[in-house]
């Protein structure tokens, strides 16, 4: 079946700029992660869902980062008025159980973001 | 909270010889340690992973061990081949107060000379 699909692959930004970033799980996957990977770096977490509810957004970096995943399925991560510090790539993994049952978190190829 | 540590930075093989990448973790609490590995300009794909009631695991030319009393574990590919070479991350699962995030080493970059 398809993986996790994210879009746009790419995405060019002024600065003060608001963007949207979108996550496709996989189909059925209760769990999604959004993370952030700085260039050279591993990637780092940034909220957690389960289903629709947002249960962990302590890896947010400041108020200007926000998520939500209204359905249960597709997630959005939205950052106002981005700054250059927010260039980076965005990634979004899926797994099909809540915390416990099943651990393994597929990921997307990731968003591309560049603030100029 | 968790901590990850990896190492080295970069390795560099011949074709055919071995490669070790090592990471140590600081919350004896973790339990879940997988390995990915990351193609240029694309995602994380998840090569072999290992839960802590094991003390080793292997597929093919990879394989992965776990010291839960050192706190470290190790990936290790035999035989190797041009198309292993990636940027391979180590992660563990963070517990403390969280929902099972992945902490994520800095990442190895690996290349395989023909």
């Known amino acids: 079946g398809a993986g996790v699909s994210q879009s746009p692959r790419y995405k060019v930004a002024k600065r003060g700029q608001d963007v949207a970033l979108r996550c496709d799980p996989i189909s059925g996957h209760v769990s999604l992660f959004w993370y952030q990977q700085a260039l050279g770096q591993g990637p780092e977490f940034l909220t957690y869902f389960q289903n629709e509810a947002q249960l962990d957004k302590s890896g947010l970096p400041s108020d200007r980062f926000f998520a939500e995943r209204p359905e249960g399925s597709v997630s959005t991560l939205k950052i106002q008025r981005t700054q250059q510090e927010d260039s980076a790539v965005y990634l979004c993994?899926?797994?099909?159980?809540?915390?416990?049952?099943?651990?393994?978190?597929?990921f997307g190829p990731g968003t591309r973001l560049t603030v100029l | 909270g968790e901590n990850v540590e990896q190492h080295p930075s970069t390795l560099s093989v011949q074709e055919g010889d071995s490669a070790v990448i090592k990471c140590t973790y600081s919350d004896s609490a973790s339990n879940y340690f997988p390995w990915y590995k990351q193609e240029l300009g694309k995602g994380p794909q998840l090569i072999i992973d290992i839960r802590s009631n094991v003390g080793e695991k292997k597929d093919q030319r990879i394989a992965v061990t776990l010291n839960k009393t050192a706190k470290h574990f190790s990936l290790h590919i035999t035989e190797t081949q041009p198309e292993d070479s990636a940027v391979y991350f180590c992660a563990a699962r963070d517990y403390g107060g969280s929902q099972g995030n992945l902490i994520f080493g800095k990442g190895t970059k690996l290349s395989v000379k023909p």
């Open positions: 993994a899926s797994s099909l159980g809540d915390r416990g049952l099943t651990d393994t978190q597929y």
